[in-house]
T-cell receptor, first 112, second 121 residues
Framework: QKEVEQDPGPLSVPEGAIVSLNCTYS??????FMWYRQYSRKGPELLMY????GNKEDGRFTAQVDKSSKYISLFIRDSQPSDSATYLC????????????FGKGTKLTVNP | DSGVTQTPKHLITATGQRVTLRCSPR?????VYWYQQSLDQGLQFLIQ???????AKGNILERFSAQQFPDLHSELNLSSLELGDSALYFC????????????????????FGEGSRLTVL
């Protein structure tokens, strides 16, 4: 079993839709949970991060972590064509030299 | 612009050859990470250097090697290239030695370059 599983999609939605992106993981030591966004022909950039369980909201984006289920989600409200990108979840344990483990990414297209 | 510079952007070479990819981290960042991204494997961690020293090793093949120089730029050397080595190679940098550790003294956020696309024919 891979440490981090993410459905690669692709996911295609109309503008204004609510988008739900998800990852599951197997390593219970993970404490930091991140979402990176990668536009075509660009490197990933950090979108949001959360520590341990709970929710975090930033504008149209909400990140949720459910450690009991080893499941994390990213919700995008009122999706825009500019949100079209690949979204990668990433996670790491606590500690100064923990490496980040990425999901394979979900490709999202928001159609105008 | 993340502030991380990678060269070359594109590289086409033949099997059996050797190439060197170069990365300049953001100003002030001491950690450099190398990742390989392919369609089937996603983003795979290869190796990390912190202030010139190897810090962590991931799924890096023996044919690959890296180093970080005193000016903190890094190079990834890929030798005896095979068709399966065709991929995007990303360099990332961060202030801290570890990632995902968003402490008050610094950030574990990774800043990625735009990648080097390697095609092995």
């Amino acid at each position: 079993q891979k440490e981090v599983e993410q459905d690669p999609g692709p996911l295609s939605v109309p503008e204004g839709a609510i988008v739900s992106l998800n990852c599951t993981y197997s390593n219970s030591a993970f404490q930091y949970f991140m979402w990176y966004r990668q536009y075509s022909r660009k490197g990933p950039e950090l979108l949001m991060y959360t520590y341990s369980s709970g929710n975090k909201e930033d504008g149209r984006f909400t990140a949720q972590v459910d450690k009991s289920s080893k499941y994390i989600s990213l919700f995008i409200r009122d999706s825009q064509p500019s949100d079209s990108a690949t979204y990668l979840c990433a996670m790491s344990g606590q500690g100064g030299s923990e490496k980040l483990v990425f999901g394979k990414g979900t490709k999202l297209t928001v159609n105008p | 612009d993340s502030g991380v510079t990678q060269t070359p952007k594109h590289l086409i070479t033949a099997t059996g050859q050797r190439v060197t990819l170069r990365c300049s981290p953001r100003s002030g960042d001491l950690s450099v990470y190398w990742y390989q991204q392919s369609l089937d494997q996603g983003l795979q961690f290869l190796i990390q250097y912190y202030n010139g020293e190897e810090r962590a090793k991931g799924n890096i093949l023996e044919r690959f090697s890296a180093q970080q120089f005193p000016d903190l730029h890094s190079e990834l050397n890929l030798s005896s290239l095979e068709l399966g080595d065709s991929a995007l190679y990303f360099c990332a940098s961060s202030v801290e030695a570890g990632t995902g550790v968003f402490s008050s003294s610094g950030s574990g956020e990774l800043f990625f370059g735009e990648g080097s696309r390697l095609t092995v024919l």
